[in-house]
């Protein structure tokens, strides 16, 4: 496709989600199971992950009418080929190229059927006829799958996923960062997440040590020993600021003359 010169295409998030995958397996943290939303459960992220042996949980792009029959209500072979209608009626044939299926159904029974207005099978010159592909059956098949219960207690984790991620945002500024590039991005990103994981560890280390018993001397709470290396770690970082503020707005001079 043609597009004006200087501009490139830049991958998407949608893309990350292999990459993510194969850069934990090669470190043996692999997941089975991958929870994410829907920008990442493309058919092809699927099926890719699933060559790695992860399964991807995650909603479809695009919204289901619930009040029209799908190919998941069509029973279908483990080949994709269309077996029966909703109402048990047989195709009358059944045609396969590549990765296209047609099947098609006696026209007398679709007209008396109740789901002909909702029905994918449509009309043609001497039957009704349903064609369809690898991935539409799929997708079919995973559109019905997230209404089930099965989906939904499975996909409930997610929730704290978003959580986590919310925290990041807020408790760190990640998505305002002073610093351009993929190294430097990433490097601060890394950072803030490394960051949040020590909050929640130490609140975790928190809640697990017993509170120390009254009356010893010397005694330090986690949590104010925690605090002390907080304010000085900030205090720290305002003072880098400064100085950093101070070289960028002030440069040194290239000569000085001394009188």
């Known amino acids: 496709m043609w597009q004006p010169a200087g501009i490139v295409d830049e991958p998407t998030d949608a893309t990350a989600l292999m990459s993510a995958v194969r850069s934990t397996q090669q470190r043996g943290l692999g997941p089975q199971e991958a929870l994410a939303d829907a920008l990442y459960g493309s058919d092809d992220n699927c099926r890719n992950a699933e060559e790695h042996g992860v399964e991807v949980i995650a909603p479809t792009m695009g919204d289901r009418k619930t009040d029209a029959l799908s190919l998941a209500d069509f029973e279908t072979s483990p080949q994709g080929t269309v077996l029966s209608c909703p109402q048990s009626h047989a195709p009358v044939r059944v045609k396969k190229k ?36 690898h991935k539409d059956l799929r997708l079919a098949l995973r559109r019905a799958y997230e209404q089930t219960d099965a989906f939904k207690d499975r996909y409930r984790w997610r929730a704290g996923i978003e959580a986590t991620m919310s925290e990041y945002d807020r408790r760190t500024g990640v998505k305002h960062l002073r610093v351009r590039g993929l190294p430097a991005v990433r490097f601060c990103a890394t950072l803030k997440a490394l960051g949040i994981n020590i909050l929640r560890a130490a609140a975790v280390l928190m809640a ?38 101070i070289t960028v707005h002030y440069p040194s001079p290239m000569h000085i003359n001394v009188s």
Request: with cysteine; aromatic share 8%.
């Open 208 to 245: 697990l040590t017993p509170a120390p018993k009254a009356g010893i001397p010397g005694t330090l709470s986690l949590n104010h020993a925690f605090s002390i290396v907080k304010e000085r770690f900030l205090s720290l970082c305002r003072y880098l600021k400064n100085i950093l503020s």
């Open 98 to 133: 590549n990765t296209r299926h047609t099947a098609a159904f006696d026209s007398e029974q679709c007209r008396r059927c109740p789901h002909q207005g909702s029905c994918p099978a449509k009309p043609g010159t001497s039957h009704h006829y349903l064609r369809y592909t």
